[in-house]
Nanobody, 127 residues
């Protein structure tokens, strides 16, 4: 099993940057593909970014492509989300998620694919 704990959220202004981190427990962290999702008030949770087990493959939602970067540190059991040029519409609770997989280059963008979830961290972007 994997336990995930997000951190790094906060209140920023439009155009600012923020770095989210997700710390994972478990010795087999490198066996998981990882992702970030977000849920804005009154909206469904949506996909943001994903990264493969190897870290070599990444995938982004169109709304964040070019502004957000997902990365993983297997030695540190962590996955990060660097968010630049933040917009008010990025305001949401951000969740990291993990999916056990044998595929080193596979990524997942559907919520139902993920087995483990963190509790979320709030990101608020003011205009």
């Amino acid at each position: 099993q994997v336990q995930l704990v997000e951190s790094g959220g906060g209140l920023v202004q439009a155009g600012d940057s923020l770095r989210l981190s997700c710390a994972a427990s478990g010795r087999t962290f490198s066996s998981y593909a990882l992702g970030w999702f977000r849920q804005a008030p009154g909206k469904e949770r949506e996909f943001v970014a994903a990264i493969s087990r190897s870290g070599g493959i990444t995938y982004y939602a169109d709304s964040v492509k070019g502004r957000f970067t997902i990365s993983r540190g297997n030695a540190k059991n962590s996955v990060n989300l660097q968010m630049n040029s933040l917009k008010p519409e990025d305001t949401a609770v951000y969740y990291c998620a993990a999916h056990y997989t044998l595929g080193s280059s596979t990524f997942y963008f559907k919520e139902a694919d993920y087995d483990y979830w963190g509790q979320g961290t709030q990101v608020t972007v003011s205009s």
